[in-house]
């Protein structure tokens, strides 16, 4: 019987350095390639406006699809820097640069098995029909803007390839052959109202076979057909055609070779940074392929991913692929921080600051505030996407009214809060790390948010409340004719009083930690002090959480219980409510999650996040202490419904947000320190054993940690900067030893646990 090599177990895993249950460090496989995402059908979703269900590989930069059936396989090539800078969608947004289709008319109704290699960041397929097999190799290389396809057949075959660039949406396109490296170029420029414009250019090289005048390569048994794609924009390089080219044509087998070793090398460290080990082959699988699909979306120093990441197989996608404030752009980020991948994290704050000169002058046109106001959606470079449709007609057909000049035709859609949302994953990082250079980096964002809010707040009744910042997006409709000021008018939303008071603490510790404008904290500490509690009522006599204190017209606003916005402004990411923060009232939320199941109408459907909020309200329900084991059959239940074959958890609203679903969830049950607090296996089913190798804590802090028979065997603990830790007894009511040097230096005891560190110090905790 003939075995499909594709279906066997993957090659040797990657070797990660780790604590064994000893808490020594020992070299171990790398679990990720035990979980590769296996297809046995073509994609039936490419091209799409959202996400596509085929095979995924990229570098954070340049990402490829691999669409089509095997007698014309379509790689589209996406690029997160591919923009068109038009202020609104459709037709602004990210763009698809262009792609390689690849016809092979003997390959018709051929069976179709295809493979990610998660521990090296590939794609291999293997076509069979009759007596021929045709085998591709596809990756991404880490560390260069090029794609290699490598193909391999058993019989001589010819194919055709085309090299093309998306036409339409006004871009010019040309192309040409310089010597055998075929090139391919789409441009954004010279349209009205264009922010500035976006030049790619594609260059193919063939290796190991000519290339026809009918552009055919024809494949022998036992030979490689090596096919490049190397791309730039004028991101990347000034000269972004003649680079593309350039770089393209010197390459060879030889220099592919040392481009393999170099692109492994990276996986390889990327896997290195941390590792858990759960005893759940089906959630461990969805956490190693969400951090493959990430890091294939993100990487730093290029512009960061939009709602789809680099796998853009059209234009005009959803939302325009855009950076959306009000959570989608920040919530793909939320489990690089404990996850220990603050590299792909590296791009996230440029937009935010670049769009800080038209934020100000937003805020002075239309709020008369000082400091920084931004719309719903942004791009890169300063641009805004989320203007209202450009035409009263347009504006009629999609919204029932002609009024496009809402917030002089931005969309603000009654939110305030968008900016200081933006500052919630920059907090995340800085708590994570103490970076000082960071830190520098963020604090004029920072303060630009508080020059806002120390005014826009208003001081009533001995107390700030906050007006006229909405819980949910408002905005005209079709289905009311076009009205919508009636719904304006939400008094102490909990999402913005949650952010808010996230801001506040936040400015505190960066100045603190910066040294720098002492005289102004206490008027910051007042608005703590001061700042409204977050609304409370009673529903069928037990304390639940509301929305808002107040309606529109200051209609009474009756429990909604927590749900995901709400968990937003509170929990995460604003991180200012938990059990250590405030137990009485981290109960109400407790009772309030409790409810969530009584809305279930079928598996899956726990959180009601079909819609969004799959990466928000799972590790929301952890970090209040929810029922864990309950917790992770409710997380399986509702990625079986909507998972792709790549690995890919969808939802209805969003793309890349929900990649930090499963890593986040497992994360915060493993560990958490978001209250100050470092708390290991905090909210964890103790009849699993489970171990967790360098996931990062705040305070800078690397955390090993292992439990094995509902008991912590060990707590390994690497200070990078140095500064103390508290830390939650992992063996209550007993002594614990801590170690230093590999000698016992102190006895601890008590329900929480303090001592100091030192920068890079290695330090181990055991129960006595």
């Not at 010279?190 to 414009?197: D, E, S, V």
């Not at 309030?592 to 079928?602: E, L, P, Q, S």
């Not at 804590?697 to 390994?716: D, E, N, T």
Request: proline share 7%; net charge positive; hydrophobic share 35%.
């Amino acid at each position: 019987m003939k075995i499909n090599p594709l279906l066997l177990a993957p090659v040797l895993a990657l070797i990660i350095s780790g604590s064994q249950a000893s808490g020594q460090s020992t070299s171990r496989p790398i679990p990720a390639a035990s979980y590769d995402p296996v297809f046995d059908t073509p994609p039936k979703n490419v091209p799409t406006p959202k996400t596509p269900d085929a095979p995924l590989a990229g570098n954070g930069d340049m990402g490829i699809t691999m669409g089509g059936t095997p007698d014309s396989l379509t790689f589209y090539l996406g690029k997160n820097d591919c923009w068109r800078a038009y202020p609104a969608y459709p037709g602004g947004g990210i763009a698809l640069p262009g792609g390689l289709t690849i016809l092979l008319p003997g390959l018709r109704s051929a069976t179709y098995h295809a493979r990610e290699i998660l521990a090296k960041a590939a794609i291999e397929s293997l076509f069979e029909k009759d007596s021929l097999h045709l085998s591709l190799h596809t990756w991404v290389t880490a560390t260069h803007n090029t794609v290699i396809i490598e193909c391999s057949s058993n019989l001589r075959v010819k194919a055709r390839l085309r090299l093309w660039a998306k036409t339409g949406n006004t871009s010019v396109n040309t192309s040409g052959n310089a010597g055998g490296v075929y090139w391919v170029t789409r441009s954004f420029e010279n349209t009205p109202l264009l922010a500035w414009p976006s030049h790619t250019a594609i260059a193919m090289k063939v290796i190991g076979s000519p290339i026809s005048a009918d552009s055919a390569i024809v494949l022998l048994p036992g030979h490689r057909v090596t096919i490049t794609l190397t791309a730039y924009t004028n991101f990347d390089r000034s000269n972004w055609k003649t680079a593309a080219i350039h770089d393209a044509r010197p390459l060879s087998a030889e220099r592919i070779e040392v481009m393999r070793q170099a692109h492994e090398q990276w996986w390889q460290k990327f896997w290195q940074r941390s590792n858990v080990q759960i005893n759940d082959p089906f959630l461990q699988k969805y956490y190693y392929t969400s951090q493959y699909l990430l890091a294939c979306s993100t990487r730093g120093g290029k512009f960061p991913p939009g709602i789809w990441g680099p796998f853009i197989t059209q234009d005009s996608t959803a939302w325009g692929g855009d950076y959306h404030l009000n959570y989608n752009y920040q919530a793909p980020f939320w489990a690089t921080y404990s996850s220990n991948h603050i590299d792909l994290v590296d791009n996230y704050d440029q937009p935010l600051l670049d769009y800080m000169p038209e934020g100000r002058r937003l805020a002075k046109a239309l709020l008369n505030m000082p400091g920084i106001y931004y719309p719903v959606g942004i791009g890169p470079k300063g641009l805004v996407t989320t203007r209202w449709p450009l035409t009263p007609e347009e504006m009629l057909q999609r919204y029932g009214t002609r009024d496009n000049t809402i917030d002089q035709g931005y969309k603000f859609l009654g939110q305030k809060i968008n900016a200081v949302f933006g500052s919630a994953n920059m907090l995340m990082r800085f708590y994570s790390t103490y970076d000082h250079a960071y830190a520098e980096r963020i604090y004029p964002y920072l303060l630009a948010c508080t020059e806002f809010w120390a005014h826009y707040l208003a001081f009533e009744d001995g107390r700030y409340v906050i007006r006229m910042d909405h819980y949910n997006e408002v905005m005209p409709n079709l289905r009311t004719g076009g009205q919508w000021k009636d719904r304006l008018g939400d008094f102490n939303s909990t999402l913005s009083l949650g952010l808010v008071n996230m801001l506040f603490r936040g400015v505190i510790d960066v100045s603190t930690f910066l040294q720098k404008d002492k005289d102004r904290r206490q008027q910051w500490r007042n608005i703590l002090l001061h700042l409204s509690k977050f609304p409370v009522g009673e529903k069928d006599g037990t304390p639940s959480l509301k929305n808002m204190e107040r309606g529109p017209q200051n209609a009474t606003v009756q429990p909604a219980g927590l749900n995901r916005v709400s968990i937003h402004g509170l929990i995460l990411p604003g991180g200012v409510a938990g059990p250590c923060t405030d137990s009485a009232f981290n109960s109400i939320l407790l009772n309030d999650i409790a409810h969530w199941k009584d809305r279930m109408k079928g598996p899956g459907e726990w959180g009601n996040t079909l819609g969004n909020g799959i990466e928000t309200c799972f590790p929301g329900a952890v970090r209040v202490g929810y029922d864990p084991a309950f917790l992770l059959q409710q997380l399986k239940d509702r990625i079986t419904l909507t998972a792709l074959p790549n690995g890919w958890i969808t939802q209805t609203g969003g793309g890349i947000e929900t990649l930090a679903a499963v890593p986040l969830t497992i994360d915060e049950m493993l560990l958490q320190s978001y209250e100050g607090v470092l708390r290991v296996f905090p909210d964890w089913d103790r009849t699993r054993d489970a171990s967790f190798d360098q996931l990062r804590a705040y305070g800078a802090f690397l955390v090993s940690s292992r439990i094995k028979a509902g008991r912590v065997q060990f707590v390994a603990l690497t200070s990078e900067k140095g500064r103390p830790c508290d830390m939650e007894n992992p063996w209550p009511r007993e002594k614990v030893r801590l170690i230093r040097k590999g000698r016992p230096t102190q006895l601890l005891s008590g329900a929480r646990l303090h001592f100091i560190t030192t920068p890079g110090e290695k330090l181990r905790l055991t129960h006595s």
